[in-house]
C-alpha cells in the first residue's frame, strides 16, 4: 500500500528506507516559484530519532505492514515491562527502552496496544489520556491563590508531575499522556 503526499496527516505511519516512521508534524507549502513541497518530522519506530525530511508534491511513500495487538499490562520487573494478550494469554516484556514516555502512564491491569513490525516489538500506542492516583504530595497552603499556581506531585506509577494546589493525595487525576501533563481532576 502506498500513501502519497496530498494524505500526509499527523500520526500517518510511513516506510522509509525499509524502516517504519511516525508523522509527527507536516506543512503543505506552495512557493510562488516552483513546485508545491511538503515539510514533514518524522520520528522513527525503532531508533526513536526525529527526522525533517521534504518530499516533493505528489510523492509517494509505502504504508508499513504493522501489526497491533490488544495486550494487558501485568508487571515490571527490573528494565522490562510484561503484557500479556487477553486472547491467547501470549505473554511478551519490552525493555523500558523501547517504551520511551509511555512507561510512565502503565499501571498494573492497563490494556494497550503494542504494536509489531516484522515480527518484531516497537513499542506501545497509549490512549491519549489517563486517569492515575496521586500518592505523593504536599498540601495546598492557604492564601497561596497566585494565577496557576502548582506543586509536584507523584503518581501512582512513580512519575513526577505539576498539578494544581487543590489536588490532594488520594485524589485521581486525568494525564495528557501526549505531552505528559495534567488535565483535570476525576471526581468520583
Known sequence: MVISTSEFRKGVRVLMDNEPFLI????????????????????????GNVLDRTFRSGEKLDVPDMEEKQMQF????????????????????????????????????????????????????MQNFVELLIVQTEPGVKGNTAQNATKPAVLETGYAIQVPLFVEEGDTVRIDTRTGDYMDRVLK
Open 74 to 125: 501485568l508487571y515490571k520487573e527490573g528494565t522490562d515491562y510484561h503484557f500479556m494478550n487477553e486472547n491467547t494469554y501470549e505473554q511478551i516484556f519490552i525493555d523500558e527502552k523501547s517504551l520511551g514516555d509511555t512507561k510512565n502512564y502503565l499501571k498494573e491491569g492497563m490494556v494497550a496496544m503494542i504494536l509489531f513490525y516484522q515480527g518484531k516489538t516497537l513499542g506501545v500506542d
Open 24 to 47: 509527527v508534524d507536516f506543512q503543505h507549502v506552495n512557493p510562488g516559484k516552483g513546485g508545491a513541497f511538503v515539510r514533514t518530522r518524522l520520528k522513527s519506530f525503532i531508533s
